[in-house]
């Protein structure tokens, strides 16, 4: 059980300011401390009693160890956090997804990394010391990150590099050996105590197991030839999670409860949140470079910076009570973070494009002045319109658009050269809509679909965005047709998964915001819940406009990819903060006469120790709780002291001497439990 936390903390703070570091720290509270914790005549800490409860279940100090718990993170693992965050920003800077396969690509990329930073967390916000061991681990487990960091640019399962692939397992298998040898410290620290060895071996050796499935692995790449053996890393890295998890329900000396394991996750949530604002403000650079600002233009880059502030806004309002979970609602709430942080990256990277896109989309309206040229050049009779006319007038259209977005590569001048060359050649009397059956007629009609197809891919150059680069065509012209394609089949793709991941996100937030809410379940709650789940199922089928091409691109080509998903997070905020309503599932009860006399003085005092499926745990002083009496609109907070009314309620008035009974009555529960 947890020690009292501000203590812990400050032991901590000790520790960390020492200037003589020891080889190894105990995270053990050590005997002398456990023998001196004595209850204060009036308690009010949730902490306090747990560890009365733990002196309780204990008829000796060596029976079961009891670990420092601490609140805050530690300077180890901030920095360790902040390593984390730069190897994800690189991975995303240089793996764009461009197709299904690199989706699939950057997700596994990325879990495989969640699922490391997570192990390693989990140890962390338990056991984790400011030693020299401890900080000689710690340097192991940031070459780790180094490691990945390594092997990220080349990164395909689809076309797999034996170094890679290769080297990949074996710093996964160093990274466990390294997770067991802490753990082995951990298991010397508590070698005087009769209980928590046989936890922490098993743990110990499934890491020493999971590193020698990941050593044997590392055989099975070799070059031209695609392994499947990878997916064991997910298999066994996730594994490893969820054996860490489900030992810790049955094993104190692995308990979660009284650490800081939800502040960790709720930390990195807003990391992935911080690198969706990353992307938006350099698609604002590149804005700015190309001098790309329009009323549409602002409006789409205010949606996309409004959603990112409004998830963060969702996230901390239905998640503010993470730090009372406890148990099997604190771990499924923690294992629901991977599918929903890889689910929000997917959605936060991906709708941050959008803002690209849309500007590039503005761009390319100006590249409709070539079909403009068209219609002037054959809407006259024979011989009104000369050939070099109508080559200037695109050769001037072709300028206008490369004095805003230049060209990057030689060759696109060049093609436009030659398309020019080849419009040249058309003789003067031809420029009439009377000639359409001319093989002259279909030629220009060809030059102009080359010369807009071939500007077009050297704007989306001057965005970051690459088509000639991602093109595997090797015919010049093939090549910037195919290349458009390859670009619109991308963007079709972002669009696909933004949508899902954004409905998946929701639904997540939404089952992780029922596992934290202990307030009473309320019809307008229930509703509310509800209308969330199917809004995020309704967001996540929005991708299905695919199915018809007409309808996908009407919707594509327009400004409002970004302002849709702005709207439905914002009404998603609107609905979380409409006033409650009267209980749904809990019966008001009429005050009864209890610990502390007659009327609601001595009901207040009974209806806190009365179990009805509730735990003692739940029953804690120092927290914020609602009225046992099922008054609405009445928030109290219990302490060894009278009830502290945060409402109208004459009846607490009455209760101090009731309230002043609680701790007497909360160690005899606790005796009677024992």
Request: charged share 15%.
């Amino acid at each position: 059980m947890a020690p009292d936390r501000s203590h812990a903390d400050e032991e901590v703070t000790k520790h960390l300011a020492s200037s003589q570091l020891s080889l190894l720290i105990s995270p053990v509270l050590p005997d002398e401390k456990i023998r001196s914790l004595s209850m204060p005549a009036h308690t009010k800490s949730f902490d306090e009693l747990q560890d009365l409860e733990a002196l309780g279940d204990r008829y000796d100090v060596r029976e079961i160890p009891m670990f420092e718990k601490r609140s805050t993170l530690s300077n180890l693992e901030l920095f360790y956090d902040l390593w984390f965050v730069a190897n994800f920003s690189t991975f995303s800077s240089v793996h764009e997804v461009t197709s299904a396969s690199q989706l699939w690509s950057y997700v596994g990329y990325i879990s495989l990394l969640w699922l490391n930073w997570f192990l390693v967390s989990m140890f962390d916000v338990r056991f984790i010391t400011d030693s020299i061991f401890e900080r000689v681990a710690r340097t192991c487990h940031l070459g780790v990150m180094v490691g990945f960091a390594i092997v990220a640019t080349n990164f395909d399962p689809d076309e797999q590099t034996k170094g890679v692939f290769q080297g990949l397992s074996l710093i996964l298998m160093f990274s466990r050996l390294v997770l067991a040898t802490e753990y082995l410290t951990i298991i010397w620290h508590i070698r005087r105590f009769r209980k928590g060895k046989i936890a922490l071996s098993i743990v110990t050796a499934f890491h020493f197991f999971a590193a020698l499935v990941y050593f044997g692995i590392s055989f099975c790449f070799r070059n031209g030839y695609n392994s499947m053996a990878y997916a064991a890393w997910y298999v066994v890295s996730l594994s490893e999670a969820i054996l860490q998890l489900s030992i810790s329900l049955f094993a104190k000396v692995l308990s979660f409860d009284g650490t800081h394991l939800t502040e960790r996750l709720t930390t990195l949530t807003i990391i992935v949140l911080g690198e969706g604002v990353t992307s938006i403000i350099a698609n604002i650079v590149l804005i700015v470079q190309n001098n790309g600002w329009t009323s549409e233009t602002m409006g789409v880059l205010t949606s996309g910076i409004a959603t990112v502030y409004i998830v963060f806004l969702l996230y901390f309002d239905w998640m503010g009570h993470h730090h009372h979970l406890t148990g099997f609602y604190q771990l499924l709430w923690s294992i629901l973070h991977f599918p929903f942080h890889i689910m929000l990256v997917l959605f936060v990277e991906g709708a941050t494009q959008f803002i690209r896109w849309w500007k590039i989309l503005e761009v390319q309206s100006l590249a409709v002045e070539f079909f403009t040229v068209f219609d002037k050049a054959t809407d006259g009779p024979n011989g009104d319109t000369a050939t070099q006319d109508v080559v200037d007038q695109l050769n001037g259209t072709v300028q206008d658009i490369w004095a805003m977005y230049p060209p990057t590569y030689r060759s696109t001048t060049i093609e436009i050269e030659k398309i020019l060359a080849n419009v040249s050649t058309i003789p003067n009397n031809v420029w009439s809509k009377d000639n359409v059956n001319s093989p002259y007629y279909f030629q220009f009609i060809q030059d102009i679909s080359d010369l807009l197809v071939t500007v077009i891919n050297s704007v989306f150059v001057n965005f970051k965005i690459d088509p000639i680069l991602d093109s595997e065509t090797q015919d010049p012209s093939k090549l910037q047709y195919e290349a458009l394609e390859q670009t619109s089949m991308r963007f079709v793709l972002v669009f696909q998964y933004v949508f899902t991941s954004a409905g998946l996100s929701l639904i997540l937030m939404t089952l992780m915001h029922m596992i934290v809410t202990k307030r009473r379940w309320t019809p307008l709650n229930c509703v509310r819940t509800g209308l969330f789940l199917l809004i995020g199922a309704g967001l996540a089928l929005v991708c299905l406009v695919s199915l018809n091409f007409r309808k996908q691109w009407a919707y594509l080509d327009s400004p409002w990819l970004l302002p849709t998903l702005c709207i439905v997070f914002f009404v998603v905020l609107v609905l979380t903060h409409l006033p409650h309503s009267p209980p749904l599932f809990f019966r008001r009860r009429a005050p009864r006469k209890g610990l502390g006399g007659n009327g609601a003085a001595g009901a207040s005092s009974g209806n806190m120790l009365a179990t009805d499926g509730m735990s003692l745990d739940s029953l804690a002083c120092g927290h914020v709780g609602e009225d046992p009496h099922g008054y609405a609109g009445q928030t109290h907070i219990y302490t060894s002291e009278a009830p502290i009314s945060h409402g109208v309620d004459p009846v607490y008035n009455q209760g101090e001497q009731a309230g002043d009974n609680v701790y007497g009555e909360m160690r005899t529960a606790i005796e009677k439990r024992e």
